[in-house]
């Protein structure tokens, strides 16, 4: 997945020339009266209202839109209602059950001075993204930790790692089984992969409230 800094744009643009529908927010599951491991689990993860509850406590207005398989997440300041960054990717359907494919994460050159930069408007684009996935059924999450160059690939990884996907592949381009990396992701990189609900339950006293 691309990390990275951008100029603002009059606008961008998104896998189909359709506009997206007016946004929503996919809001939490009731829980089932059954007492479960799966309730158990989603007992202690954050919901999608409480990583916009939390945004909202950093000055952060996130907004998700769908159009199809495809999603994006906008992340705007409450203050000044500037775009900060977004995050797009998709929900893909393969043999093993639906992935969650992270496209990509951008932030505007204007959040380079801000210390929440990264680990802070990146991190709940990104939360945003996961928990959509969890709702639609997603149980692992992918991307590309794109290798435009050393200093800037290694520092992608140790965020991502940090954050808690796994390296899963080295996409090179020196062999053929890369070529079809190549084709989904556009480059070259370390090709990572993370549990969705352990990505949640890990980040739980991020957002999760304490009361």
Not at 32 to 43: D, E, F, L, V, W
Not at 161 to 181: N, Q
Not at 184 to 209: N, P, Q, Y
Request: hydrophobic residues 35%; positive net charge; contains cysteine.
């Amino acid at each position: 997945m691309k990390l990275q800094y951008v100029t603002p744009t009059s606008k961008f643009s998104f896998p189909n020339p359709t506009p997206p529908p007016p946004s929503h927010l996919i809001s939490s599951t009731v829980p089932t009266p059954h007492y479960n491991a799966h309730q158990k689990i989603s007992n202690i993860t954050p919901t999608m209202s409480e990583i916009m509850d939390s945004s909202r406590a950093q000055n952060l207005h996130l907004q998700l839109q769908t159009l199809g398989p495809f999603f994006r997440i906008t992340a705007k300041s409450l203050q000044t209602q500037v775009e900060l960054g977004r995050a797009e990717g998709l929900i893909r359907v393969w043999l093993g059950g639906r992935i969650l494919h992270l496209d990509s994460i951008r932030l505007k050159r204007e959040t380079l001075g801000m210390e929440k930069s990264i680990f802070g408007i990146g991190l709940f684009l990104g939360a945003v993204a996961i928990r959509y996935g969890y709702d639609s059924g997603c149980r692992t999450a992918e991307l590309l930790a794109i290798n435009d160059s050393d200093l800037y690939h290694s520092k992608l990884v140790k965020f991502y790692t940090r954050i808690g996907f796994k390296a899963v592949h080295e996409v090179t381009g020196s062999s053929m089984g890369d070529l079809a990396h190549m084709l989904v992701w556009g480059g070259v990189g370390t090709r990572m992969d993370a549990d969705i609900e352990e990505l949640l339950v890990r980040w739980c006293k991020r957002f999760k409230s304490q009361n």
